[in-house]
């Protein structure tokens, strides 16, 4: 099946962004045939079931409309340069679930088969909450990042620094800092303190953010 809602992207833009979403839907079914309405106005370029089955609705070289009003390390508008997966799940709002291991190896492949057809570097692989923090929060503190870096998409540490400037590590991690803090805070503890998703900036968040700066730093992250 093919979503008639995408078109041309841009002629210089490169795809550099993989965004990882959840549908927020009660069925796969219901969430392709919202990503196949034209009325909607919204697609991605991939679905993938709970069972592992994957549904690829618009090519990658063409821009699916899946990000919405968005931006990560200076860039905006991220439907022109980046692949967005909406992974079955009914999302908070219909009864937010653990995501099957069928479903996440299905995941794991296609984003590493992503991967390797461009030029899309770890840091860049996103959740739609880090990119739209103000209005989003898939696909949530359930989805296991810490995994999916291990089968090499993404990154993760577990580490804790020592706390430095918890703002200006947000910001170099890549996240909006225009937006209410509160709100940045909880979108990076979401992806990356999942126990605690309250928007509060204590030693421990902090902490983390120091040493996933430091990793988003490292060379290995720029390759």
Sequence with gaps: MTSPNQDARPGNAPIDHLVLHYTGMQSAEAAIARLCDPAAKVSAHY??????????????????????????????????????????????????????????????????????????????????????????????????WSWLAEQGVGFWTGEVAAPGDLMADLAAIGYDMSLDPAVVVAAFQRRFRPARVDGIADAETAGRAAAIRELVEAACVFI
Excluded at 112 to 133: E, G, K, M, Y
């Design 47 to 144: 679905v993938v079931a709970e069972d592992g089955t994957i549904h690829a609705l618009v090519p990658e070289n063409r821009r699916a409309w899946h990000a919405g009003v968005s931006f990560w390390r200076g860039a905006r508008a991220l439907n022109d340069r980046s692949v967005g997966i909406e992974i079955v799940n009914p999302g908070h709002e219909f009864g937010y679930r653990r995501f099957p291991a069928a479903q996440m190896a299905a995941v794991a492949s296609l984003c590493r088969a992503i991967l390797a057809r461009n030029p899309i570097p770890p840091r860049n692989v996103v959740a739609h909450s880090d990119i739209a923090p103000d209005r989003k929060q898939d696909p949530g503190e359930l989805f296991p």
